[in-house]
Every structure is written in structure tokens, then in C-alpha cells.
């Protein structure tokens, strides 16, 4: 967890800046929604001609390389693929120990139940 006043817009890059995005709200009241980072390259048409750039990720994906989004969701028929992206590995994790712990629980009662008529049983026979 970030600690209460510490800034993580620090960005130490010459060549872009970050850009803050305000609307206003229902009360007309202008507020923060969060910050952009913009770089902007001016560059003589010689230059631009000679190193083209593709639109946003398309190729030729250079100057500068935009790497592909981290964290984006994709659908999948398999359930275990769509469950790990859907659920936290948190939560996931808590899933699991309650899950064992439920199988655990029940398998314990299942021999409880087996086994007891059994032992009481024999101490029966052997008290008589």
C-alpha cells in the first residue's frame, strides 16, 4: 500500500510530462480524475517520411515502442483460464484453504463414522 502523501507521479524523463484530466462534477465544481503521461515528438517532415510510425500498436510499432497491455482479460472456454482471471490470487488463495479444509472436515467425519460402530463395538464385546 502506498503511504498517505507519498507521490507516485514521479517520473524522471525530460521528453514527456504528466497531464491532468479535470471535468466537472454535478455541482460544477471542477475536480481531479487523474493524470495522463504525454509525450509529444515535433520532427521535420524529411525525418517523419523516412521513419514511419504505425497507429498506436500497429506496425511499425517504433519510436517509441508502445509494449502490449498488461493485465487485459481474454475470454476462454476453459474454466480454470477464466478463473484465475477473474479471481484474485488472494483470493484464490483463501479459496483453496477453505476448499481443503472443507474436504479435510468432511473426510475426518466419513472415517469418524466408519470407524466409531466399530471401536464401540469392540469395547462393548470386550466389557462383556
Known amino acids: 500500500m502506498r503511504k498517505k502523501g507519498e507521490n507516485d507521479l514521479e517520473w524522471h524523463d525530460e521528453e514527456s510530462f504528466w497531464l491532468p484530466l479535470t471535468a466537472k462534477n454535478e455541482k460544477d465544481v471542477l475536480e481531479n480524475n487523474g493524470y495522463?503521461?504525454?509525450?509529444?515528438?515535433?520532427v521535420p517532415m524529411e525525418y517523419a517520411i523516412k521513419n514511419p510510425v504505425g497507429s498506436a500498436r500497429e506496425e511499425p510499432n517504433l519510436e517509441p515502442y508502445l509494449p502490449?497491455?498488461?493485465?487485459?482479460?481474454?475470454?476462454?472456454?476453459?474454466?480454470?483460464?477464466?478463473?484465475?482471471?477473474l479471481i484474485g490470487p488472494a483470493a484464490r488463495r483463501k479459496i483453496c484453504i477453505w476448499m481443503w479444509t472443507c474436504i479435510a472436515v468432511s473426510l475426518c467425519c466419513l472415517i469418524a463414522y466408519y470407524v466409531l460402530p466399530v471401536v464401540l463395538g469392540n469395547l462393548i464385546t470386550k466389557w462383556i
Open 36 to 42: 495522463v503521461r504525454v509525450r509529444v515528438d515535433i
Open 68 to 85: 502490449p497491455p498488461i493485465g487485459r482479460m481474454t475470454f476462454s472456454l476453459n474454466p480454470c483460464a477464466m478463473y484465475k482471471q
